[in-house]
């Protein structure tokens, strides 16, 4: 599975803003209001830079507010990357 592959299997009902967001390879400032899907963009868009060879995980930084949504992003990257995993077995 490929990053795209990913995407449209995970990513389904995105902004165009949201989309460029996650398929962004460079430093990326995700800023919205509360409920706009800021979790789910920078959690797909980890995701995605993993699937594809873009960076190792330990290389890439995710900054959020609190800890309840660094728990948050936490949990959803790691489910995310676990069925990328299961896909691709």
């Known amino acids: ?3 795209m ?3 449209e299997k995970y990513g389904k009902n995105l902004s165009d803003e949201q989309r460029a ?5 460079t430093s990326t400032v995700v800023s919205a209001g509360a409920g706009s899907g800021k979790t789910t963009v920078l959690s ?3 995701a995605r830079l993993v699937i594809d060879g873009k960076a190792h995980a330990d290389e890439i930084l ?3 507010f609190t800890r ?3 728990a948050e992003m ?3 990257i790691h489910m995310l990357l676990e069925k990328a995993a299961e896909s691709d077995e």
């Open 5 to 7: 592959e990913f995407l």
């Open 68 to 70: 309840k949504a660094a």
């Open 44 to 46: 797909l868009r980890f």
């Open 1 to 3: 599975m490929n990053g």
């Open 21 to 25: 967001a996650i398929l962004s390879d």
């Open 62 to 64: 995710t900054i959020t």
């Open 74 to 76: 936490y949990e959803r």
